[in-house]
């Protein structure tokens, strides 16, 4: 289970840091989602965990999303009748950096370019987001992706459709 857990780590607080846009947040999902599956799946067999810990891990997210919707409506009515300016919670491209050392993948790209495409994919509305990443980065497959996200394969089919327009006409304006 040590070795699983490590093979998905990085890549798990990719996605949680792009999905939410917030890097202790994404800390605290990737090691929920991670406690999640030790404590209840453990027992399933080793083929069995990457589909569950994404499962997982894609639930944090949603829940994570619903929770600071209504947070910031509460905050919005606060601030609206108490004339309270509070503090703004933006988005901060540098919580993809890896700390850990150059990524294999700079060698093809400018570190520029990595940046637009990570910014582009933490743009995209969460359930395209995680059909992109499953899909294309993960490499899940239609079923197994449609089992994550907890929907239809014709639904992994437009949300995937649907984020690689997007990314294709956000990373045209790049060039």
């Known amino acids: ?26 800390l605290d999902i990737v090691q929920d ?15 069995q965990w990457r589909p569950l810990f994404f499962t997982i891990l894609n639930n944090r997210i949603t829940d994570w999303h619903r929770r600071h919707k209504t947070v910031s409506r ?19 491209p540098g919580i993809l950096e890896d700390t850990a050392g150059p990524r294999p993948e700079q060698g093809v790209f400018s570190q520029y370019t990595l940046d637009a495409i990570e910014a582009a994919v933490g743009r995209l509305p969460p359930r395209q987001q995680q059909a992109f990443l499953l899909r ?23 949300h995937l459709s649907r984020a690689l327009a997007a990314l294709r006409t956000q990373l045209e304006e790049v060039r």
């Open 33 to 47: 989602a991670m406690f999640a599956l030790v404590r209840r799946y453990s027992h399933k067999q080793r083929e």
């Open 136 to 158: 294309c980065v993960e490499g899940f497959d239609i079923t197994e992706t449609a089992s994550v996200m907890a929907c239809s394969a014709g639904s992994v089919k437009t």
């Open 74 to 92: 509460w905050q919005l009515l606060r601030e609206k009748f108490a004339g309270d300016d509070g503090d703004e919670d933006g988005f901060d």
């Open 1 to 26: 289970m040590d070795q699983f857990l490590a093979s998905v780590e990085k890549r798990a607080y990719s996605m949680a840091a792009m999905a939410v846009g917030n890097r202790e947040d994404a």
